[in-house]
């Protein structure tokens, strides 16, 4: 069983000596996602978790302190973050410091095509990616979404949640449960799913911190246009906005 905040601890520890190199030049904090800037022109970034961001008109007491700082202290709140945005924040400076992936180390393909999803599969999607939706209904696979979000869609209680990814075939999993410290919990609930992929743009793209996992895919993005993605992300913008200027990536964990 792992313990909350177990993978958080790792991509820290691991991460460190890389910000202890570099300064950040920007921070940028958005309605849908955060990016970090750094001295080098790597650029990171992580989803707004927006009906869990503080209340009040001081969300970030410590705004306008962060450019020209170390790294490291932004990274800090990835295991010293007092809620979910500063946590976000943390993965946003992480993202940025973890090395992109060579390119033959990557799969480009369609996120579900790696999946075998096919006839009475039983698929459990934890958060819900509203686009791989039909795609994976038309593969035949029996797909099932658990979500928090109840503005999105019914909300499933949590017998049925436990049920559900008990006996899933395949698991998909927001990176947005790394942010609110659900992952660990999401995980000790599988059992011998022959698939699990992290998905979304927060996905921190480090093989390692998961090979304790039954993770077996990474599905996350590397930022191609710093300028732009920092730019839209002031704006408001989200994925749709962003998605021209990142390179999504697939990665295996095994």
Same mark, same amino acid.
């Given at each position: =069983?792992?313990?909350?905040?177990?993978?958080?601890?790792?991509?820290?520890?691991?991460?460190? $000596?890389?910000?202890?190199?570099?300064?950040?030049?920007?921070?940028?904090?958005?309605?849908?996602?955060?990016?970090?800037?750094?001295?080098?022109?790597?650029?990171?970034?992580? *989803? /707004?978790?927006?009906?869990?961001?503080?209340?009040?008109? +001081?969300?970030? $007491?410590?705004?306008?302190?962060?450019?020209?700082?170390?790294?490291?202290?932004?990274?800090?709140?990835?295991? #010293?973050?007092?809620?979910?945005?500063?946590?976000?924040?943390?993965?946003? +400076?992480?993202?940025?410091?973890?090395?992109? $992936?060579?390119?033959? *180390?990557?799969?480009?393909? @369609? #996120?579900?095509?790696?999946?075998?999803?096919?006839?009475?599969?039983?698929? *459990?999607?934890?958060?819900?990616? !509203?686009?791989?939706? *039909?795609?994976?209904?038309?593969?035949?696979? @029996?797909?099932?979404?658990?979500? &928090?979000?109840? !503005?999105?869609?019914?909300?499933?209680?949590?017998?049925?949640?436990?049920?559900?990814? &008990?006996?899933?075939?395949?698991?998909?999993?927001?990176?947005?449960?790394?942010?609110?410290? +659900?992952?660990?919990?999401?995980?000790?609930?599988?059992?011998?799913?022959?698939?699990?992929?992290? =998905?979304?743009?927060?996905?921190?793209?480090?093989? !390692?911190?998961?090979?304790?996992?039954?993770?077996?895919?990474?599905?996350?993005?590397? /930022?191609?246009?710093?300028?732009?993605? =920092?730019?839209?992300?002031?704006?408001?913008?989200?994925? $749709?906005?962003?998605?021209?200027?990142?390179?999504?990536?697939?990665? =295996?964990?095994?």
């Amino acid at each position: =069983m792992l313990k909350t905040g177990t993978i958080l601890a790792d991509l820290y520890e691991r991460i460190t $000596p890389e910000a202890k190199n570099r300064e950040v030049i920007d921070l940028r904090i958005g309605l849908g996602y955060i990016g970090v800037r750094l001295d080098n022109d790597s650029t990171g970034i992580a *989803a /707004v978790l927006f009906d869990a961001l503080p209340h009040g008109c +001081t969300v970030v $007491p410590a705004a306008g302190s962060f450019a020209g700082s170390p790294a490291t202290d932004l990274l800090q709140y990835l295991v #010293a973050g007092k809620n979910h945005l500063e946590i976000a924040m943390g993965m946003a +400076t992480a993202n940025a410091l973890i090395k992109p $992936p060579p390119a033959d *180390a990557v799969d480009d393909r @369609e #996120a579900t095509t790696y999946l075998n999803l096919q006839k009475g599969v039983k698929v *459990a999607m934890v958060g819900l990616f !509203a686009p791989l939706v *039909a795609r994976i209904r038309a593969t035949g696979a @029996e797909l099932t979404v658990i979500e &928090k979000n109840s !503005a999105r869609m019914e909300i499933v209680g949590d017998t049925e949640k436990k049920d559900i990814l &008990k006996s899933c075939d395949v698991a998909i999993i927001t990176a947005t449960t790394l942010l609110n410290n +659900t992952f660990e919990e999401t995980i000790n609930l599988l059992e011998t799913p022959h698939a699990v992929a992290i =998905m979304g743009p927060s996905t921190p793209l480090m093989p !390692a911190i998961f090979r304790q996992t039954p993770v077996t895919h990474l599905g996350g993005a590397v /930022v191609a246009d710093s300028a732009r993605v =920092m730019q839209i992300i002031s704006e408001g913008g989200g994925t $749709p906005s962003l998605r021209p200027y990142l390179r999504f990536v697939n990665l =295996m964990v095994r």
